[in-house]
């Protein structure tokens, strides 16, 4: 299905609550969301549609795009690890880390002279001896705050970011932090985007995905799979893609999600694309 105009009336009929990848989807690459997609999502809202972001930004970096569009439904954050409000007084789930991965991540990367860094809720944290994090992680809108030691950080650890220039050191960490090594763990190696010779670890619990994230959020809020509209573009979108809501890739999505998609739309996020479904969508609430 590659047009709007042949989606079944009654799936539209169905959608209560629009989930939003945030960076490549929601807001073009300046990270602004486009005129008229804001003004469809606010007229959305009004019609009892409800707006929630799934992204892997830290939630403090979700909370300005929250407030932009003035929703109250809770936020998914750390591809899922979190969910709570924008006000951040309702936590719906939190995954934190054993104390022992965070530990041993600690050890492992001072033995390998690798780069890391503690992500809560709030904030990204790193040592003096880590002072290259903010300027080699990909992680959009963060805060980053040097701490004199993580002993204090250590609690409350939702994700934890190794980032070297040696790929064979990193595939070794990798290793070490997953099975049979390490237990309840979810490790992510990739290469960076944006920065030359870069390499990035990250460190979840296990079942921190975007797919649980919303799952678990539908359920807080008793709704069904199928009373939810999904919208991204990136690899880490796909679990999204694997659940019954109605999938919804960008024009700049990747292949495998497009392939994965109920619908495609023509435009990217640069060209506000997201304005396309929005409109179809308030159309048949209109028609109610």
């Not at 109920?262 to 028609?287: C, F, P």
Request: with cysteine.
């Amino acid at each position: 299905m590659n047009s709007i105009l042949r989606i079944n009336p009654e799936k539209l009929n169905q959608i209560k609550i629009v989930v939003f990848d945030v960076d490549g989807t929601l807001v073009n690459d300046n990270g602004v969301i486009g005129e008229k997609s804001l003004e469809l999502i606010k007229e959305l809202m009004n019609h009892d549609v409800k707006i929630s972001l799934a992204s892997g930004r830290l939630h403090s970096a979700l909370v300005e795009i929250a407030e932009i569009i003035d929703t109250s439904t809770p936020l998914i954050s750390l591809d899922g690890a979190l969910i709570k409000n924008k006000e951040g007084n309702q936590i719906i789930h939190q995954s934190s880390l054993r104390k022992k991965i965070v530990n041993t991540s600690i050890e492992l990367a001072e033995k390998y002279f690798v780069n890391v860094a503690l992500c809560h809720s709030e904030a990204i944290y790193y040592t003096e001896n880590h002072s290259l994090i903010p300027m080699i992680l990909d992680k959009f809108g963060a805060l980053y705050r040097e701490v004199d030691s993580y002993n204090s950080y250590i609690n409350n650890t939702l994700e934890i970011v190794f980032a070297g220039d040696n790929r064979r050191t990193m595939e070794y960490l990798r290793d070490r932090l997953s099975f049979p090594f390490a237990f309840g763990t979810s490790v992510s190696f990739f290469r960076s985007h944006s920065h030359d010779n870069i390499y990035y670890l990250e460190v979840k619990k296990s079942g921190s995905t975007k797919a649980k994230g919303l799952i678990r959020l539908l359920k807080h809020l008793k709704l069904n799979q199928s009373n939810a509209m999904v919208i991204g573009d990136w690899y880490n979108d796909i679990p999204l893609f694997e659940t019954k809501a109605f999938k919804v890739a960008m024009g700049n999505a990747v292949a495998e999600l497009k392939r994965m998609a109920d619908l495609v739309l023509s435009k990217s996020n640069n060209e506000d694309g997201i304005a396309e479904i929005l409109e179809a969508l308030l159309k048949s609430k209109r028609k109610k």
